[in-house]
């Protein structure tokens, strides 16, 4: 594998042609080099960078992931669950070795025992949790919350480590550089701003999240490079916010509709004198409880999911690997919004078999709508392999859904 230092490689053949400048550290792009246009003259005419896009494929199935699927969850329950990092494993497995970018499939090589121990540890502070909230034991149960509170940004560092250096692509793993101090500006101060402040903050904390995400990211000695701003995701969140308080409105009105049918049907309104509200049955109270809440529970899926789906958009369109690789993406966030409700209703609908079908048409979706842009060939890096260290963040991150998916 030819070794990447950060400089550009000079031309082997006549047709080459010079692929722009970038920072020769490689720790800071120069948009000009990836820009949809020729870089500016410096000190005289330049040739545009030859560009090189490649578009991932995915090429896992459902029936083929459900056979899969239907295994780890038959293990999981007999073993009483101790077959669940190997079950998380091989899924991950499953849809990285399904996933092609420039000819090669990603690998995840975790090792499952090691998950093991952090699955073990978590769970058992879970269960102790549960224990003492339903014995109403507080002075076990505060010190929990409070250590859980205090470890999250440290849990959620060391997932991020763990997760990219279990990754590999051409056979080197990637890696994490971010540190647990940042971690605890972005997933600490930040959310706690965010829960203070409500929508004022969250979007802020959105942002201080995937920049971390992204800078901390490294593949060789390549560096990543956040190039979005807050503003965007301002815009994001206000629109989820419409969403949200329209949602509202329409769950009141149909809650009042179907209730209003019910009562004429049923001729609550036409029987009997006095206050409309007299003649309700409890009833029709409850039909209007219920439709308005299923309703605002679907709009309210459908906003978050938008900022999702929106926010992974915006990151992939604005994310760098040491000046010479930048990732885009040109999937519809609402497209992923009604991937992600109508899975939502076939698993309800199938008591769950649908997942492996919904697992893989959204991974589908998502990555077919997702490319790299280059100006060198992507065996052109440096490896740099990076120690995969404790599980333990990992292990929280499952099994407490701690989303900092990489």
């Keep these: 594998m030819a070794a990447y230092d950060g400089r550009v490689s000079e031309p082997t053949t006549p047709e080459s042609r010079p692929l722009g400048r970038h920072d020769p550290t490689g720790t800071r792009p120069t948009s000009a080099a990836l820009a949809d246009g020729p870089p500016a003259p410096m000190g005289g005419p330049a040739d545009p960078p030859d560009v090189m896009r490649h578009d991932l494929s995915f090429t896992g199935s ?66 102790l949790y549960g224990y003492s909230l339903d014995r109403e034991l507080y002075w076990l149960m505060i010190p929990i919350l409070l250590l859980y509170a205090g470890a999250y940004p440290w849990l959620v560092w060391r997932s991020l480590r763990f997760q990219a250096a279990n990754t590999f692509h051409r056979g080197l793993n990637f890696s994490f550089h971010g540190t647990a101090g940042e971690s605890y500006v972005a997933y600490g101060a930040a959310n706690l701003a ?56 329409v769950a009141l009105l149909l809650g009042g509709m179907v209730a209003g049918a019910w009562s004429a049907l049923s001729g609550e309104l036409t029987s009997g004198r006095g206050e409309i509200w007299d003649r309700v049955s409890p009833t029709t109270l409850w039909i209007f409880a219920g439709v308005a809440y299923v309703s605002f529970l679907l709009l309210y899926v459908v906003g978050w999911q938008y900022v999702r789906g929106a926010t992974m958009k915006y990151v992939l369109n604005n994310a760098e690997l040491g000046g010479v690789v930048r990732s885009g993406a040109t999937f519809n966030p609402w497209g992923l919004v009604w991937i992600s409700v109508t899975n939502s ?15 893989i048409r959204r991974a589908r979706f998502v990555l077919l709508g997702t490319h790299i842009r280059a100006i060198t060939d992507l065996d052109h890096f440096r490896g740099q392999a990076q120690l995969p260290g404790t599980a333990l963040g990992e292990a929280a991150s499952e099994l407490l859904d701690i989303q900092v998916g990489f």
């Design 194 to 249: 965010a829960s203070v402040a409500g929508i004022f903050a969250l979007p802020w904390a959105w942002f201080m999240q995937r920049q971390y995400q992204v800078r901390g990211l490294g593949y060789g000695q390549a560096r990543g490079h956040f190039r979005g701003d807050v503003a965007p995701f301002y815009l994001i969140g206000l629109t989820s916010l419409g969403l949200s308080v329209g949602g509202v409105i």
């Design 345 to 359: 209703l076939a698993q309800v609908l199938t008591l769950g078999l649908a997942t492996p079908w919904a697992a």
């Design 62 to 127: 459902a029936g083929e992931y459900f056979r899969l699927w239907i295994v780890n969850v038959a293990l999981t329950l007999v073993t009483l669950g101790i077959y669940l990092p190997w079950a998380r494993v091989r899924t991950r497995q499953y849809f990285y070795g399904h996933t092609w970018l420039d000819g090669q499939n990603f690998e995840y090589r975790a090792n499952p025992a090691a998950l093991l121990r952090g699955y073990l540890l978590v769970g058992a502070l879970f269960l």
